[in-house]
């Protein structure tokens, strides 16, 4: 059964940081390349960040130099990095799995920042 479980979200202040995990299983994790999305109230949802299998990485214009993507093929979890947030980061962030055809998605965490 596949898994995609997100945690590390919550309420941080502007300027702020957060690190989001996703842990996988199910799957060959090492293959996928696994992203971050997010959506927003009202919004579509958006591509944060993504890491291929050999660990090239992909961020959107809006985080960059902000958001880091890793991941860890021993433990099968990627990971976000955010730091200097801002209130327009507020969303809730998706993990996704994706190889050839195959896409899976996690539940999704909730990232809030408010004074």
């Known amino acids: 059964q596949v898994q995609l479980v997100e945690s590390g979200g919550g309420l941080v202040h502007p300027g702020g940081s957060l690190r989001l995990s996703c842990a996988a299983s199910?799957?060959?994790?090492?293959?996928?390349?696994m992203g971050w999305y997010r959506q927003a109230p009202g919004k579509q949802r958006e591509l944060v960040a993504t890491?291929?299998?050999?660990?090239?990485?992909n961020y959107a214009d809006s985080v960059k130099g902000r958001f880091t993507v890793s991941r860890d093929n021993a433990k099968n979890t990627v990971y976000l990095q955010m730091n200097s947030l801002r209130p327009e980061d507020t969303a809730i962030y998706y993990c996704?799995?994706?190889?050839?055809?195959?896409?899976?998605w996690g539940q999704g965490t909730q990232v809030t920042v408010s004074s």
């Open positions: 996704n799995a994706h190889w050839v055809f195959t896409n899976y």
């Open positions: 199910g799957f060959t994790f090492s293959i996928y390349t």
């Open positions: 890491i291929t299998s050999g660990e090239s990485t």
